[in-house]
């Protein structure tokens, strides 16, 4: 099976969406599934809420997630019921959610899970060494809608990105946002930084020095060489949104080569009108670590009604993409 074979090599990875309905419990099944056929224990998580029948949020329908005997899972305690699984309770986490304590067991016969993991990447990262201290060889995260930090190079080793129908109903509208999501996922590691800047904005000039911003310096200060030599280089540290760059469109600062670096591709969440428009002002964007984006799986289906061609809907994808493209419906070929 092509995506087991593509990402077989990572001892954690991450599958996030697009969307709801993307396809990503489908595609986790069909990992499930494939690692189960070639031996080594399976470690299983979510940031959200996933295995219910029924989407809590659209009410459409939705697969299971079925696991193997000896898989082991982490949920909170109140999904433990909900599945058809028998389990034994390998620890405790001290991870509380709104559904109970995180808690960790091995599944000791086949059947149907429900996860409800950690809703921070601190935790995730913690959780994951624990799986492996249960001698997990390979762990899967499930996503949650709109949390790309879930595949952050700290939480995961590489990631899938799930998309498709019903995302929107028009399939350029989807392929157009999906490869710019995978753009912002595959940007290259920085030449200016180094991991010891922890400030929220660190400003490098043209002269090569480094300056932290205070906290109430605005990024246009920072840039404009008002109070230092023109930036070159702007650090950002958590969330890079919209809000927080503007400033430097509507401005008239000169930002011709300024190189804005995220934490990584899941702190970036600019919309694409607002990273264009910051390309065409002569910024470039890169990262302090790099994300493997390992594949893009896509759902011509929608959970909506507005389905699409598959074969127009893969071709399309796979032309805008620089990853693997397949489509989840198959994901067992």
Not at 165 to 177: F, G, H, L, Q, T
Request: glycine fraction near 10%; include cysteine.
């Amino acid at each position: 099976m092509l995506l087991y074979e593509i990402t077989r090599q990572y001892k954690t990875l991450s599958v996030i969406g697009m969307c709801k309905n993307a396809g990503k419990t489908t595609a986790m099944n069909a990992l499930i599934r494939e690692n189960g056929k070639h031996g080594g224990t399976l470690g299983l998580t979510s940031i959200g809420r996933d295995g219910e029948s029924v989407d809590v949020v659209t009410k459409t329908h939705k697969p299971g997630i079925y696991v193997l005997r000896g898989t082991v899972i982490a949920t909170a305690s109140a999904m433990l019921r909900l599945g058809d699984t028998t389990n034994r309770i390998l620890d405790t986490t001290g991870i509380s959610t709104p559904l109970g304590e995180v808690v960790m067991v091995r599944t000791e016969s086949d059947g149907s899970v429900q996860l409800a993991g950690p809703s921070m990447t601190s935790q995730l990262k913690a959780l994951n060494a624990v799986f492996f201290e249960h001698g997990c060889e390979r762990v899967y995260i499930d996503g949650a809608l709109s949390r790309k930090s879930l595949c952050a190079p700290a939480v995961s080793d590489a990631a899938v990105l799930c998309t498709g129908a019903s995302y929107s109903p028009n399939i350029d509208e989807v392929v157009a946002d999906t490869s710019f999501a995978c753009t912002l996922l595959s940007l290259s590691k920085t030449e200016i930084w180094g991991d010891e800047y922890k400030e929220r904005m660190t400003v490098c000039d043209v002269n090569g020095e480094i300056t932290a911003t205070s906290g109430q310096e605005t990024i246009l200060e920072a840039v404009s060489g008002r109070r230092r030599a023109r930036a070159k280089g702007l650090l950002l540290r958590g969330a890079v949104t919209d809000a927080r760059v503007k400033p430097l469109i509507s401005s008239g600062a000169d930002i011709t080569g300024l190189r804005i670096t995220a934490e990584d591709g899941s702190k970036l969440l600019i919309s694409r009108g607002v990273y264009e428009k910051l390309l065409m002002r002569g910024a470039k964007f890169d990262v302090l670590e790099t994300t493997k984006l390992c594949a893009v799986t896509v759902n011509p289906i929608s959970a909506y009604g507005n389905d699409f061609d598959k074969r127009e809907l893969f071709d399309k994808m796979s032309a805008a993409v620089n990853v693997s493209v397949i489509n989840v419906m198959e994901a067992e070929k």
